[in-house]
């Protein structure tokens, strides 16, 4: 049998069944599931399971190892730093790290003249701080958020998330959010230039004034530029521009959540670095730390300064492992200059991305922003129509072929690729060999 013959052999996968059925046993069931796979230890856009067999990663830990997993500098990192200094409290004593990273942040992140920061353990956290800031630099309440949005699974992140699936019986959730359709062009463009049917959008957005609250009680509009979650839709540039321009009138913060965007996903350190809007505030997490439990709300000063003492901050937020490993990650991009990789790699996966909807059908869409690519699967090319059934088939044939795969959408019908951005050229075009092959397996 030849090797070619050898890599479309089905994996075993029998000590992961094992090990899931033991999760069941111990672990509360609504901690999901995406994909049934295992991990003893990682390197690279490399997984190697429980059963000892090597996964190309195109999940990427969701959106968390843009530099790769367990890239060296940072474990070193890591492990110099927890030899000195585990947790402080950084209420109680600063240190050095904390600073460190936020200056880096100020640096590659400023908001304006002067900007300033607070680190989080999560994206949830992150955008919890996120309004609490934005209510009391404005002293209102009301929140305008956008359908397909995922910003966490916290009281509030829970209740600006669109999701229904992603909340069900936990309400009541946080009053005072009120949602907007999100621009999606391929959904609702009806033959329209792309301008034209944000200028549509904006209107909306102007008319839901006089419908739906008040913009003198809103505090803030938070908005993913590229939604993760709700399948990588990217909101149309002019919309960006109209939303800056809407919340300088009625003086409302805009937030952008970066969390899964930043830190070179789209070619760049922020996806709002391709727009020409700068935020008033933003939130970070995900790949800041390559998998230590960080993140970030970073600000325009006076907005940050708003928050009354004691209001913002907790325990572990800052952790000085924590924060070194993001010093280390953000170190580590740059000298390897991660976001030009990106854009090496958005090349690749776009094209191959193209090559796949001319092929077969099923693929209504493929869209992206540098290295944040997606492709959506429809019955009868039809918007309208989505087809959750081919991803889901999709994604258990890949992974039997040792090829992990996230679907996105709030109908699970979409594919988006989140592999490490170091992930070498060879593991890229077979990862798409593998999605190739199974995909003429599945419509045939």
């Known amino acids: 049998m030849n090797t070619n013959e050898l890599k479309k052999e089905s994996l075993s996968f029998k000590k992961t069944a094992a090990l899931i059925e033991r999760r069941k046993r111990v672990v509360a069931q609504g901690v999901s599931i995406f994909v049934g796979s295992s991990a003893t230890e990682a390197h690279g856009a490399t997984i190697i399971d429980v059963d000892g067999n090597e996964l190309i990663d195109f999940g990427g830990g969701i959106g968390v190892v843009n530099a790769g997993h367990c890239p060296p500098p940072v474990v070193k990192a890591i492990q110099e730093q927890a030899s000195r200094l585990l947790h402080a409290g950084f209420n109680i004593s600063t240190y050095e790290t904390y600073l460190e990273l936020s200056e880096k942040l100020v640096s ?44 966490g699974r916290s009281l509030m992140a829970m209740t600006l998330t669109s999701k229904i699936s992603y909340k069900t019986d936990c309400g009541p959730f946080a009053p005072e959010v009120y949602r907007l359709p999100f621009p999606n062009y391929y959904h609702d ?4 230039s792309e301008n034209d049917f944000a200028e549509q959008e904006l209107l909306r957005l102007h008319d839901a004034t006089h419908t739906l ?49 930043g830190f070179c996903r789209t070619g760049k350190w922020a996806a ?20 230590m439990p960080i993140g970030a709300v970073i600000g325009k000063t006076e907005v940050m300064d708003a928050a009354a003492v004691g209001t913002i901050g907790g325990t572990y937020p800052g952790n000085p492992v924590c924060c070194a490993a993001a010093i280390a990650t953000i170190k580590y991009m740059e000298e390897i200059d991660l976001n030009s990789i990106a854009n090496e790699v958005s090349k690749i996966v776009k094209d191959r991305l193209l090559k796949l909807k001319e092929k077969f059908s099923v693929i209504g869409d493929v869209r992206g922003l540098g290295a944040m690519q997606a492709m959506e699967f429809v019955e009868n090319n039809d918007p309208s129509l989505p087809d959750g059934d081919t991803v889901a088939l999709l994604t258990k044939a890949c992974l039997k072929r040792g090829l992990i795969l996230l679907s996105a959408g709030t109908n699970k019908n979409v594919i988006r690729i989140l592999s490490p951005l170091v992930i070498t050229k060879e593991k890229l075009m077979q990862g798409f060999d593998i999605i190739e092959e199974e995909l003429k397996q599945i419509t045939n």
């Open 108 to 151: 590659l992140f400023p908001h304006g003249d002067s900007t300033k920061v607070m680190i989080t353990n999560t994206g949830a956290e992150a955008v919890e701080n996120a309004i609490k800031i934005a209510r009391q630099a404005t002293k209102r309440s009301a929140v305008l958020c956008f359908s397909d949005a995922f910003h």
């Open 189 to 192: 463009t009806r033959g329209m």
């Open 272 to 291: 709002y670095q391709h727009f020409g809007v700068t935020p008033d505030i933003s939130t970070w997490a995900k790949s800041m730390g390559s998998g």
């Open 213 to 261: 609250v008040d913009p003198n009680n809103v505090a803030a509009i938070i908005i993913e530029l590229v939604q993760g979650e709700g399948g990588f839709n990217i909101a149309p540039k002019r919309y960006v521009e109209g939303l800056r321009e809407f919340c300088d009138e009625f003086g409302i913060m805009l937030i952008f959540d970066e969390v899964q965007s």
